[in-house]
């Protein structure tokens, strides 16, 4: 069975620093990667997504299929960045079910 | 549009009682899903549905039926609530043709 492994529960960094967001998976197939976040009182929201390659509020993720990982990163962190981090994974035809990560709760210190 | 929208926002329950979570969405999405949260766990899926009429079971089903009469409605009902089915619940949606999903903003859920 697919898993998304988030080895850190907590993260702190200072403002301006750099922040890496680590996600592992394990999957034999060719699976689609997210990463979700949940900012204070608000309801979970799509971050990106492996496929697209975007930069969304400053944050990238690329896929490394050799190592298995889907690493959210942003080269310097802002106090609104604080909130929990989910990475998640849909395997290939899988009707959009999404197996999660068990979050890195990210607090960004001025 | 108001999005995925659930009801109740907080609830709680004894042992032993029934209930039905309400989730509704007005974007026509036809794929709907429940997840459970859990400290520690992340978001776990409950069941979901890829169509009115038709359900099916995902991660941790026991405990929960759903049914989907409407496109618009996917109700989750707890048969006989327990403590380890203390959670906050999220349902999400998402539109044909997309998996990125919409979710709603949750029930916290508590059986004492």
């Known amino acids: 069975a697919q898993r998304v492994t988030q080895p850190e529960k907590l993260l702190s960094v200072f403002k301006g620093a750099p922040v890496e967001l680590k996600c592992n998976y394990s999957?034999?197939?060719?699976?689609?990667l997210f990463w979700y976040v949940q900012y204070s009182r608000q309801r979970l929201q799509l971050l990106l997504r492996h496929i697209s390659r975007e930069s969304i509020k400053g944050f990238t993720a690329d896929l490394n299929k050799g190592e298995t990982s889907f690493h959210l990163k942003k080269p310097f962190a802002q106090e609104e960045d604080s909130a929990m981090y989910y990475c998640a994974l849909i395997r290939d035809g899988s009707a959009r079910q999404l197996t999660f990560g068990s979050g890195t709760q990210l607090t960004v210190l001025p | 549009n108001a999005g995925v929208t659930q009801t109740p926002k907080f609830q709680v329950l004894k042992t032993g009682q029934s209930m039905t979570l309400q989730c509704a969405q007005d974007m026509n999405h036809e794929y709907m899903s429940w997840y459970r949260q859990d400290p520690g766990m992340g978001l776990r899926l409950i069941h979901y549905?890829?169509?009115?009429?038709?359900?099916d079971q995902g991660e941790v089903p026991n405990g929960y039926n759903v049914s989907r009469s409407t496109t618009e409605d996917f109700p989750l009902r707890l048969l006989s609530a327990a403590p380890s089915q203390t959670s906050v619940y999220f349902c999400a949606s998402s539109p044909p043709g997309t998996v990125s999903q919409y979710f709603g903003p949750g029930t916290r859920l508590t059986v004492t």
């Open positions: 999957y034999s197939g060719s699976p689609e």
């Open positions: 549905s890829v169509g009115a009429g038709i359900t």
